[in-house]
Structures are given as C-alpha cells and as structure tokens.
C-alpha cells in the first residue's frame, strides 16, 4: 500500500488529508490532478506494511477517484513570434472547463504595451492594427478554425500589423526604455538598497545626497522627454510620465512598513509556538498592553479563534438566494471530506463525482467562503459549502 499525504504548503496550519493507494502510479495521478486545482498543495507519498481499517473503505479514503480535470486551448497569432500560429494546451478543473461555455476571443493592438513615446509616434499609423489575437476554448479544432477565419478576415481588412513593422517598432521601444527607464530603475533600485542599511538620511549623508541627485535627475529628465513628446515641459506643473516625486517617496516609505509589519507577524506568531506570553509579546513590541498585542496580532497568526467563521451545507436558487440546509460548526477533525459528504448525500439527488476532493479542498483553505456545486437538490437548487458567521 501507498500512504499519501497532501496539505496546502502556503497555509500556516495546513490541514493534511490523508488517502490509501494500491498502486504509487494511482497516488501519482491523484496528485497530478489535485494540483491542477490548488496548486498550492505539497504532498508525500510513502509505501507502507500497514493496511487500510474497514472504516478507511467506509470513508472512501482508499483509491479514491482523482478529481476530474479537462483543458482549455488557446489557438494564438502574434507576428513576433517565429511561427505565427501556435496552440497552447492548459489542464483546468472541470468547473473552470464547463464555465467556458463558448470560445473567447481576445485582440491586442499595436500600441498595448508600448512606452509612451514610442506609442504616441506608433499612433499615427497603427492606432488600429493589431499586432496578437488569441482564441480560447474546450474544443481544440473549433477554436483553430475561429482564429484562422479572424486572421483572414483582418489581414484582407489591412488590420494586421507586418513583420517589418512590428520588428522596427519593437526596436523604438526597447531604445526608450534603455535611455529613459532602466536608468531611473537601477537609481531607484540602488537608493531602496542603500535606505535598507540605514534609513535616516541625517546621519547618512550618502543617502541624502544621493536621493536628492536621483529627484534631481527624474525632474530633468521628465522635463526633456515631456518636451519630446509635445508637453509644455519648461511650466512647473509639467505632467510625470511616471510616478511624481512624492508618490514615488510614499510607494518606497509603504514598502518598508508592509516588509515590516510581515517580520513583525512572523516573529508573533514563531514567539507563540515556542509558548511565549502576550504579555511578553507586548513589551518586546515596544512596551504595548497584553490586550493589544492580542487585538493587533491573534487573528493575523490565527489564534483569534471567536472571529472564527462556521460551515454550511448551503443551497442557492437560480435567484442567488442562499438557503442554510445544515450547520457543521467550526473547522474540527471530526469535520472531514466523509462526514460531510455523507450529510451532502443525504440532501443531493445527484452529487458531483469529484465531490470528497472538493469537500477536502474547501476544509483545508480557511479563506474559501464558497465552494465549487457539489451537487443539486430535487427542486433543482444547487448544494455548496459556505462560510460564514452565525
């Protein structure tokens, strides 16, 4: 037998869901197909002496039936590319499958993406020529004959951009951004770095002066590329291509305090498994109450177990109204893939087959608040799982 084991990696308590395997090529595929809906999940796959318990079999933990995966193709032209058309193949989950009830096409123009001068010279002769179309849906032949009938259809249009075309423009653009943003990138960059080690620039003067050359340097050059591309740049209120000074400031002071405030929450939240008090937490946080520690910090490291939402078995009508069919109370062990899909059984006249899968799935991500159907009543109302207060 083959033990698997799977859990959400990205979670900070992950529940494990534990499954038997006859074969390890059966754990494998199961594996292969969880992922394709939560690729978050980690496993481990151990073979074991041991034997599944009759209540295993009961409970459906034993070579169960992977969840059901389909895929999506996206026929695709784009003129930078050295064959024109390809074909991209993606594995989605059923649901997202039978969500794409038709194909979708999606037009990009010459002028999406470009820098803004090479835009707005690009603008007056390519202001409506397309440059990739894509076509995406469940039916690989349906969606290649969609795209190429398009493709024809604006080429005798004259409404698709040529390879000359696209090779001198995508020249335009990689010149702007070498000459004007790369270097206001790398200054930026290096002036974040140099804050990093020491932040107050009255005692770094390194600092201080190069943050002044860097506004310094911005301003100018805003003010010659403002006056390339046609802007009253000599005025003081001469427009920013890119960020001004101060919201540029306020983006790097917010950075450092959201890097600071997910330290603060890690280190919380490793004090607490090593079993330290609020209080102590409290004063290492610069000397705040016990009862503020606990309000600022328990429900960010998920210790704030009153705030802790329940589960319903729910059903909404074709209306979007929710009925409360079963209450299971807050996530516990006893709160698993089996007992409530044998509570969805008995409300469901025809249940999804990768229903234990999607149960699972929901119980383990604490931030779920709805789950994919599950299946759907005699009246017809289909049957999820919500969280929500009670």
Do not use: C
């Not at 599944?52 to 784009?78: F, G, H, K, Q, S």
């Amino acid at each position: 037998m083959f033990l698997l084991s799977q859990w959400n990696g990205q979670h900070p308590q992950p529940f494990i869901e534990t499954l038997w395997f006859t074969t390890e090529s059966g754990a494998h595929a199961y594996v292969a197909n969880s992922k394709v809906w939560d690729p978050a999940l980690d496993h481990e796959i151990v073979p074991t002496q041991d034997q599944p318990t009759p209540d295993d079999y009961r409970r459906e933990l034993v070579d169960r039936r992977p969840p059901e995966v389909a895929a999506i193709y996206t026929a695709i032209w784009d003129i930078g590319d050295a064959d024109p058309i390809t074909v991209k193949e993606q594995r989605v989950s059923a649901h997202a499958a039978h969500e794409f009830t038709s194909p979708r096409t999606t037009f990009t123009l010459v002028t999406e993406h470009l820098h803004p001068l090479t835009r707005q010279k690009a603008s007056r002769w390519a202001y409506d020529l397309f440059a990739r179309i894509e076509v995406a849906g469940v039916d690989r032949p349906q969606t290649e004959a969609i795209l190429a009938t398009t493709v024809n259809d604006l080429r005798s249009s004259d409404k698709l951009i040529t390879r000359e075309q696209a090779i001198e423009l995508a020249a335009a653009n990689a010149a702007e951004q070498r000459n004007y943003f790369e270097p206001l990138n790398k200054a930026e960059h290096e002036i974040h770095q140099l804050s990093i080690t020491d932040s107050r620039a009255d005692i770094n003067p390194e600092l201080a002066a190069r943050t002044w050359h860097f506004f310094e340097d911005r301003a100018a050059k805003e003010r010659s590329y403002s006056q390339e591309l046609g802007f009253p740049s000599l005025q003081t209120e001469a427009p920013y291509l890119g960020e001004s000074p101060l919201e540029l400031a306020n983006r790097i002071a917010t950075r450092h305090e959201q890097i600071g405030h997910q330290w603060r929450i890690a280190a919380v939240r490793a004090e607490r498994a090593r079993g330290a008090r609020w209080e102590d937490i409290g004063e290492a946080l610069g000397g705040i109450s016990k009862q503020t520690a606990w309000n600022r910090y328990a429900t960010l490291i998920g210790e704030d177990k009153d705030n802790d939402p329940h589960i319903f078995l729910v059903s909404i009508d074709d209306t979007g109204k929710i009925a409360r069919e079963y209450w299971f109370a807050h996530r516990s062990p006893v709160i698993n893939s089996y007992t409530v899909g044998s509570v969805l059984e008995q409300f469901a006249t025809d249940t999804d087959p990768s229903a234990p899968f999607l149960i699972a799935r929901f119980l383990a991500d604490d931030n779920a608040k709805l789950s994919p159907l599950l299946g759907t009543t005699t009246e017809g109302p289909g049957l999820y799982l919500h969280r929500d207060h009670k």
